[in-house]
């Protein structure tokens, strides 16, 4: 098949249902659960918050429109290799210098649900991913790495979702494991890539330190991951082009074949 049928088969089966548009997104508003780290740790994030232009009144008649402020770190989003200081020296490490390409990929999702709901510090070691592997084929070069924890229903509830610092991801084992595997990045459910204990990891934040360090990218606060198969979907994740941007808040969207 030429890259044109290709192409105009996706077309006819997104047209079908055949393939199914699956929204990893969460809602992005005031109620989004934020990073809290403790104070030793520096400034925080702030909140989302939505203020008025005009809401078709004296300030603008025919219209309405709002401005955003937005931390780049909020919500469903995007780590670019600048955010970390591993990642720093990158050449092109910000969000308005990726190459578009790296933001359509294969993903590979690893089921951890019961492990977390046994253990909400629950942290996936090379050892799972393999025993995954085993199962599901090897994690193909430029995959995504999801790990699926059912944790995103929390998130309606700050408390529930932060879960004072409790929270599932990855080892630093791990870690190693998939950038040794050429992977994109790594996707997690909770409100930042690494698990809420991975300060006391070494080196701290795994995901981030050694991910950002080799140029690869996170995703965090994903939803929806048990929507998807553990092979087989195709994850359309781009950033805001915001000119030296660390992250950005994003749209999220899986192709999933439902046959
Ligand atoms: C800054 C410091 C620690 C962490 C994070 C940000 C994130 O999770 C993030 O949103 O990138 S853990
Ligand atoms: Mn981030």
């Given at each position: 098949m030429s890259a044109a049928e290709s192409l105009s088969a996706v077309a006819s089966a997104l047209a079908s249902g055949a393939i199914e548009v699956v929204d990893l997104t969460a809602p992005l508003g005031p109620e989004t659960p934020v990073l809290y780290l403790p104070p030793e740790f520096g400034r925080n994030t702030p909140a989302f918050k939505m203020n008025e232009?005009?809401?078709?009144?004296?300030?603008?008649?025919?219209w309405a429109w709002g401005w955003m402020e937005l931390g780049?770190?909020?919500?469903?989003h995007f780590d670019a290799p600048a955010h970390w200081i591993s990642g720093?020296?990158?050449?092109?490490?910000?969000t308005d210098k990726l190459?578009?390409?790296?933001?359509v990929a294969p993903v590979c999702v690893i089921d951890c649900t019961n492990e977390v709901a046994a253990d909400p510090d629950f942290v996936l070691t090379a050892e799972g991913v393999k025993a995954w592997e085993a199962e599901h084929g090897a994690i193909p070069e430029g995959a995504w790495v999801f790990m699926r924890?059912?944790?995103?229903?929390?998130?309606?509830?700050a408390e529930s979702f932060l879960n004072g610092g409790h929270t599932p991801g990855p080892s630093v084992d791990c870690i190693r494991y998939l950038v040794e595997k050429k992977i994109i990045g790594w996707g997690n459910e909770?409100?930042?890539?690494?698990?809420?204990?991975?300060?006391?990891?070494d080196p701290p934040f795994p995901a981030h330190h050694l991910m950002l360090e080799e140029g690869r990218y996170g995703l965090a606060s994903?939803?929806?991951?048990?929507?998807?198969?553990?092979?087989?979907a195709l994850v359309v994740a781009a950033p805001l082009k915001?000119?030296?941007?660390?992250g950005s808040p994003l749209r999220v969207l899986a192709l999933v074949p439902k046959n």
């Open positions: 232009i005009s809401a078709y009144d004296s300030n603008g008649p025919w780049e770190h909020t919500g469903t720093k020296d990158r050449p092109d490490n910000t190459p578009a390409k790296d933001f924890s059912d944790w995103y229903p929390r998130n309606k509830s909770c409100v930042g890539t690494d698990a809420g204990m991975a300060h006391s990891f994903l939803v929806n991951l048990d929507k998807l198969p553990p092979t087989g915001i000119v030296n941007g660390t």
